[in-house]
């Protein structure tokens, strides 16, 4: 029996399969808010025109639904098409507006039926819509694409995420926050795992909001999983017993929870992350307040999501949140301060990266409520073997098409988390350096990825390859059963200059 015709008709079936997506201009109520009527329909019409023009072009139906949205219908075919040109079109409109003084980004969601079952047009729209919700929470400036259960394929994002919080938000979220304190039996805090100053700093903020709500709350951490500076602070902390006592295992959080508990996850979105993913599972009032680029694992049961990836550090954005609390008799005290200020100094490596008008304003509320910059000082000392450890590291820098550097320790050897991260920081200051990976053997087994760049380069998307994520100039990833030789391998595979320039 010839099957060709079979085969034909299969292939013609997969090309025509229906495609749908959201278009949104990221920033275009800001773009054109100081414009006169004649500028604002001069960029319109511009906007129409190389967005019409582009849809022609790859045989994709516009439609322009409001000023800043527009919906997309094509097909497999020309989506593929459109996938090979790594959604040029979003560089373009960045690239061309910028040069004349308006500058926009789009953002875009697409999805499709993947089975060969009758095309369910309302679930097809609904997931273009998570993928454009996925889109703007990871900064926007990029394209989500995606089909039900199946991985997001991430095009764009090669811009640091533009500044999109107000007070007005600021103030929703806190009150919000505090509603959803008020009407749970208690509060759980907890960070990812190994935790850095930006987990301590938030979880004590947390805290310190749940108390001034007569609300108990306790904080999970693993001192197992304690670098040395957060070992330094810890042992401030452990000085107040009111503090202290409310630090718990994995374990007794586990004991603890109801399904009438809120857990506030903080510095950290993804489940798998935390040192007690069994605890999401358990309630269904979950809260997450984060800085980093939302990826595709995320809470299913979430009821507040504060995601601001423009954002120094969430010590930042909760810092904040203490302006608009209704009860101010239990402020913030001084080693709370001084731990959240910690996190953000340790985020924006001393107020030198993404760091914006805000960030000032929180560290200078938290300086007034007392902050310690002697003893963050002495909490981020490095000891003579920590210097050692990083100068070895540096020994073995190899440089990958130019100028991305990575260096690597030895399978039979751990290295903290912070002088990975620290080495990683280093190599950027260095000539000629203009992406710095460091692969080292984590405490847990896993071996682990630092991943920085001074923004030219998004080493997001090269971490995201491999399971991780983070900023695009600042990632990280952890890789179970391998070595450290063989992480370097396929570290090396999926770097490509080119494409995470581009933010592929």
Not at 76 to 83: D, F, G, P, S, Y
Not at 319 to 322: G, K, M, Q, S
């Given at each position: 029996?010839?099957i060709?015709?079979?085969?034909?008709?299969?292939?013609?079936?997969?090309?025509?399969?229906?495609?749908f997506?959201?278009i949104?201009?990221?920033?275009?109520?800001?773009?054109?808010?100081?414009?006169?009527?004649?500028?604002?329909?001069?960029?319109?019409n511009?906007?129409t025109?190389?967005?019409?023009?582009?849809a022609?072009?790859?045989?994709?139906f516009?439609?322009?639904?409001?000023?800043?949205?527009?919906?997309?219908?094509?097909n497999?075919?020309?989506?593929?098409?459109?996938?090979?040109?790594?959604?040029d079109?979003?560089n373009q409109?960045?690239?061309?507006?910028?040069?004349?003084?308006?500058?926009?980004?789009?953002?875009?969601g697409?999805?499709?039926?993947?089975?060969f079952?009758?095309?369910?047009?309302?679930?097809?729209?609904?997931?273009?819509?998570?993928?454009?919700?996925?889109?703007?929470?990871r900064?926007?400036?990029?394209?989500?694409?995606?089909?039900?259960?199946?991985?997001?394929r991430?095009?764009?994002?090669?811009?640091?995420?533009?500044?999109?919080?107000?007070?007005?938000?600021?103030r929703?979220i806190?009150?919000?926050?505090?509603?959803?304190?008020?009407?749970?039996?208690?509060?759980?805090?907890?960070?990812?795992?190994?935790?850095?100053?930006?987990?301590?700093?938030?979880?004590?903020?947390?805290?310190?909001?749940?108390?001034?709500?007569?609300?108990?709350?306790?904080?999970?951490?693993?001192?197992?999983?304690?670098s040395?500076?957060?070992?330094?602070?810890?042992?401030?902390?452990d000085?107040?017993?009111?503090i202290a006592?409310?630090?718990?295992?994995p374990e007794?959080?586990?004991?603890?929870?109801?399904?009438?508990?809120?857990?506030?996850?903080?510095?950290?979105?993804?489940?798998?992350?935390?040192?007690?993913p069994?605890?999401?599972?358990?309630?269904?009032?979950i809260?997450?307040?984060?800085?980093?680029?939302r990826?595709?694992?995320?809470?299913?049961?979430?009821?507040?999501v504060y995601?601001?990836p423009?954002?120094?550090s969430?010590?930042e954005?909760i810092?904040?949140?203490?302006e608009?609390?209704?009860?101010?008799?239990?402020?913030?005290?001084?080693?709370?301060?001084?731990?959240?200020?910690?996190?953000?100094?340790v985020?924006?490596r001393?107020?030198?990266?993404?760091?914006g008008?805000?960030?000032?304003?929180?560290?200078?509320?938290?300086q007034?409520?007392?902050?310690?910059?002697v003893?963050?000082?002495?909490?981020l000392?490095?000891?003579?073997?920590?210097?050692?450890?990083?100068?070895?590291?540096?020994?073995t820098?190899?440089?990958?098409?130019?100028?991305l550097?990575?260096?690597?320790?030895?399978d039979e050897?751990?290295?903290?988390?912070?002088?990975a991260?620290?080495?990683?920081?280093t190599?950027?200051?260095?000539?000629?350096?203009?992406?710095?990976?460091?692969v080292?053997?984590?405490?847990?087994?896993?071996?682990?990825?630092?991943?920085?760049?001074?923004?030219?380069?998004?080493?997001?998307?090269?971490?995201?390859?491999?399971?991780?994520?983070?900023?695009?100039?600042?990632?990280?990833?952890?890789?179970?059963?391998?070595?450290?030789?063989e992480?370097?391998?396929?570290?090396?595979?999926?770097?490509?200059?080119?494409?995470?320039?581009?933010?592929?």
């Open positions: 029996m010839d060709t015709e079979y085969a034909k008709i299969e292939e013609r079936y997969k090309d025509e399969k229906f495609v997506g959201n949104i201009v990221d920033n275009y109520d800001e773009a054109v808010q100081s414009m006169n009527d004649r500028k604002r329909s001069n960029v319109n511009y906007l025109n190389q967005l019409t023009n582009w022609n072009m790859n045989n994709v516009l439609k322009r639904v409001d000023d800043d949205r527009f919906i997309a219908l094509t497999m075919r020309a989506l593929n098409k459109i996938e090979e040109n790594n959604f079109i979003i409109i960045r690239e061309r507006t910028y040069k004349q003084n308006f500058p926009l980004t789009l953002s875009m697409f999805s499709y039926e993947k089975t079952e009758q095309t369910n047009f309302k679930e097809v729209a609904k997931m273009a819509q998570s993928n454009i919700d996925l889109a703007l929470a900064g926007g400036d990029q394209v989500v694409v995606r089909a039900e259960d199946e991985d997001a991430f095009y764009g994002g090669k811009t640091n995420p533009m500044e999109k919080r107000t007070r007005i938000r600021a929703m806190s009150q919000a926050l505090e509603e959803l304190i008020v009407h749970a039996d208690k509060v759980i805090i907890m960070g990812h795992s190994y935790p850095g100053m930006d987990v301590i700093g938030s979880c004590l903020g947390i805290r310190r909001i749940s108390q001034m709500n007569n609300r108990e709350a306790w904080i999970v951490l693993d001192p197992q999983q304690f040395n500076d957060v070992n330094r602070i810890m042992q401030e902390i000085k107040d017993p009111l006592k409310r630090i718990i295992s007794q959080a586990m004991a603890l929870v109801t399904p009438q508990t809120l857990i506030v996850m903080v510095d950290v979105h993804r489940p798998s992350m935390t040192p007690a069994g605890l999401l599972n358990l309630s269904k009032k809260v997450v307040l984060d800085h980093h680029r990826g595709q694992e995320f809470p299913k049961d979430s009821v507040l995601m601001e423009y954002a120094s969430t010590s954005l810092a904040e949140l203490f608009y609390q209704s009860n101010e008799m239990d402020a913030i005290n001084k080693i709370e301060a001084t731990a959240m200020l910690a996190g953000i100094i985020d924006t001393n107020f030198s990266l993404r760091t008008s805000r960030t000032f304003d929180a560290a200078s509320y938290l007034s409520n007392g902050a310690d910059t003893l963050i000082q002495k909490s000392k490095e000891d003579l073997d920590t210097y050692l450890l990083r100068s070895h590291l540096l020994q820098m190899e440089f990958v098409n130019g100028n550097a990575i260096v690597h320790g030895e050897k751990i290295y903290d988390t912070v002088v991260a620290q080495t990683a920081d190599m950027l200051s260095m000539e000629a350096v203009d992406a710095s990976f460091v080292t053997k984590r405490q847990d087994g896993r071996v682990g990825i630092s991943a920085r760049s001074l923004g030219q380069y998004n080493v997001q998307t090269i971490m995201e390859k491999l399971g991780g994520g983070g900023h695009l100039s600042n990632a990280a990833t952890q890789i179970e059963n391998t070595t450290v030789h992480v370097v391998e396929r570290l090396k595979a999926v770097i490509d200059p080119k494409k995470i320039k581009e933010g592929e």
